[in-house]
């Protein structure tokens, strides 16, 4: 790892030839400020890796100076800086410690103890009980559609089995759909209407985006293109969402309930766990 980086070492040395005092940390130093020393191992040389030795001798310098002054106004700060404020800054470092510590841990034990299984009758209940949460702000589109070429020779079959679609026509399509430039032919699910016209250029333009407020037959064209469009169902904004459509919201409005519930059981246990094996206690 340090074949092109340990031959310029030398030279830094030559620059930052200084004594040692008895508290800096055993190995290499390479820049001291006051009482804090940069060690050869707080340096991640894994960048500099397949670069140029004069490259690297300037990344280790650019480290060298950004840690400098860091160190001092570090060392600005804690002089300039009044007493209460540092204490502040003190608690809040501790506080931050405690959190990192604390929620990485009750995150592990919720990740081992957590039952993500749903069942269908929860997420029917939450549904109902959240219906306000789920009023639409799109229009929402179950539609297929066929782009393909103008002068395929087979477009005329290709339009008569998608108006069609019957289960012979739809494994006809999928089987011939590396013939589309693009397509979507899953029907049964609720997508929203801006993504429809982002993959269908002439929707695009003005009044087209019309024909998407309603269920209809569409045949698009442009000057080399055919687009086949059989819309279904339409939402407008303001409509209830249907359930189908919100599911990953639902099962993480049921995963967070059943997080908190256990993570104030996870607590209530390592508390009561503690006192049964008198590692808390409580003085009168």
């Known amino acids: 790892m340090f074949r092109n980086a340990l031959p310029f070492f030398s030279l830094i040395f030559l620059f930052l030839s200084c004594e040692l005092s008895t508290s800096a940390k055993n ?26 030795t004069e490259d690297s001798l300037l990344h280790v310098q650019t480290v060298i100076r950004n840690w400098a002054t860091q160190q001092l106004l570090i ?3 804690r002089i300039n800086l009044g007493e209460e404020q540092q204490t502040h800054f003190r608690e809040l470092v501790k506080q931050y ?13 919720v990740k081992r103890n957590l039952d993500t299984t749903l069942t269908q009758e929860e997420l029917t209940a939450t549904y109902n009980q959240n219906k306000e949460l789920f009023v639409l702000k799109e ?24 108006k069609r679609y019957s289960s012979e026509d739809k494994t006809h399509l999928d089987t ?5 430039n693009s397509f979507f032919l899953n029907d049964s699910i609720w997508i929203k209407a801006d993504q429809v016209i982002s993959k269908i250029k002439p929707l ?30 339409v939402l407008a904004p303001g409509m209830q969402a249907p359930m189908e459509y919100v599911l990953p919201t639902l099962r ?8 908190l519930i256990l993570i104030n059981q996870l607590k209530k246990e390592i508390v009561n766990d503690a006192i ?7 003085y009168d």
């Open 27 to 52: 190995g290499f130093p390479l820049a001291r400020v006051n009482d804090e020393y940069l060690m050869l191992d707080d340096v991640d040389f894994s960048e500099m890796q397949g670069i140029r």
């Open 75 to 77: 060392d600005g700060a």
């Open 97 to 109: 410690e405690t959190d990192l510590y604390t929620s990485a841990y009750v995150e592990a034990l």
């Open 139 to 162: 229009d929402l589109i179950k539609l297929r559609y066929i782009n393909i070429e103008s002068n395929m020779s087979n477009s005329q079959e290709i339009k008569r089995r998608f």
């Open 176 to 180: 011939i759909s590396i013939q589309f």
């Open 204 to 233: 695009q333009k003005g009044f087209n985006k019309l024909l998407l407020k309603k269920s209809n037959f569409i045949q698009l064209n442009d000057s080399l293109e055919l687009y086949l469009i059989k819309i279904n169902e």
């Open 252 to 259: 993480q409005i049921i995963i967070n309930k059943r997080k």
């Open 276 to 282: 049964n094996n008198k590692k808390f206690e409580i």
